[in-house]
């Protein structure tokens, strides 16, 4: 395996423009040797490397030395930054090391690539198993994503004896021992009892990975060619008519995939709500689902989308630029050109604050009216309902903006108006 790692590098790196991640570690340093080796295809695929620094002492400082010298003495570019403050824990490491990742990679076009081997996909897949993931989730490392492993068929050990046998340097993290990490734990103490037990498990483990994966795939295929998802402003909004064609268990291979293409990761008790949500619950109702989404239902569609944060109540004065939630007025002198401007009247106080039940207007052309009405004809879903803005002048409302208008925002002759447009800022 060793003499193969720089080809198996070349074949999986081929036609693509790639960043390396490096960490100063024995496995992306033998990535690093073997991409930019004189004499392999690779070489000219790598763009850049880039490697973190997490502040978590001298040996992380050490290894991203290492990396800008090696690096840069093989002629690539080196992209170094340092975290600002020091973290303690697996997911902030991580959070803070991917985006400074997808940062250098989006700058320059190309596709991050990692050094994950076989050994890394065998700790997720179990990993996975104990949290109770579902088949979206055992895919693991073999996920279809944006990211490329080249190396996820060599194990950790082909890799120690490829550094060897090219007597590369890295530098060993102290925090790959301690045992207050999950992954340690797993790695060092946890999977090798279990293989002790049953030496056929890291396979048992790796094969579900490949099923679960495939079958990730064929449902991600699905989704494409029998529901008709629609996307509006970040949400995705899947027919309920089409969702109820499918039993409980089919729905709970669905759902995952409908979220992620939100941007929501569900968990097994997410996925449990949303299926009987699809079957029982009326227009308007919604649910809140992990990571700060939720689902709704409306007009025959169930929509999956970030959760609205709570706006402040109370009622600014309307000068100037002014933001309330997720919308933002402002005053410019331009033609009214739809239900988002008004033309206010400028000798009355201006104000903005959020819906309240009860509320009523008079729209222009028409006699009293709740507010409530208004919106849910105009297709506000109830969830929006709560946190949508109503303009007054003195202590009527005049403007719900994308909605209704009065005969007080309007131009008339002789009166003088301010004209204020706004905007959705929250999708």
Not at 156 to 171: H, P
Not at 193 to 206: D, M, N, Q, W
Not at 412 to 422: I, K, S
Request: hydrophobic share 45%; aromatic share 4%.
């Amino acid at each position: 395996m060793d003499d193969s790692v720089p080809a198996l590098v070349a074949r999986e790196l081929s036609g693509k423009r790639v960043v390396l991640a490096v960490s100063g570690g024995r496995d992306s340093m033998s990535l690093l040797h073997a991409a930019l080796a004189p004499d392999n295809a690779a070489r000219e695929r790598v763009v850049a490397v880039a490697t973190f620094d997490h502040a978590t002492g001298a040996h992380a400082a050490e290894s991203a030395a290492l990396v800008y010298s090696v690096a840069a003495r093989l002629g690539v570019e080196v992209v170094h930054e340092r975290a600002s403050i020091a973290l303690r824990t697996e997911a902030e490491w991580r959070a803070q090391r991917w985006s400074f990742l997808r940062r250098v990679a989006l700058e320059r076009s190309a596709q991050i690539a990692t050094a994950h081997t076989r050994d890394d996909q065998l700790e997720t897949v179990l990993m996975r198993v104990m949290r109770g993931s579902g088949a979206r989730g055992l895919a693991a490392l073999l996920a279809r994503s944006d990211v490329l492993r080249p190396l996820l068929s060599v194990t950790r050990g082909d890799l120690a004896r490829y550094a060897l046998s090219e007597q590369l340097a890295w530098v060993e993290d102290p925090g790959n021992a301690r045992l207050d990490h999950l992954r340690n734990r797993v790695r060092h103490e946890l999977l090798p009892a279990l293989l002790r037990a049953r030496p056929a498990l890291g396979a048992e483990l790796l094969a579900l990975g490949e099923r679960a994966a495939a079958l990730r795939n064929e449902v991600d295929a699905l989704l494409d060619r029998e529901l008709s998802l629609e996307r509006q402003n970040g949400a995705v909004l899947v027919a309920r008519d089409a969702l109820l064609r499918y039993d409980a268990e089919a729905l709970a291979l669905l759902w995952p995939a409908v979220a992620a293409r939100a941007g929501a990761t569900l968990d097994r008790r997410g996925t449990d709500r949303l299926v009987t949500f699809t079957t029982s619950e009326r227009s308007g109702a919604r649910i809140q689902l992990s990571g700060g989404f939720e689902a709704a239902a409306h007009r025959g569609a169930i929509i999956v989308r970030r959760a609205a944060t709570n706006p402040p109540q109370s009622a600014l004065t309307l000068q100037g630029m002014v933001s309330l939630g997720g919308f933002r007025f402002d005053a410019r002198d331009e033609a009214v050109v739809s239900l988002w401007s008004a033309k206010l009247p400028a000798r009355k106080t201006l104000t903005v604050r959020m819906w309240h039940p009860g509320d009523r207007m008079v729209p222009a052309g028409g006699g009293v009216r709740r507010v409530k009405g208004l919106l849910r004809d105009a297709g506000v879903d109830a969830a929006s309902r709560s946190s949508w803005p109503v303009v007054l002048a003195d202590d009527e409302i005049v403007w719900v903006p994308g909605v209704r208008r009065s005969s007080a925002a309007s131009e008339r002759p002789g009166r003088p108006v301010v004209t204020y447009h706004c905007e959705r800022i929250d999708r």
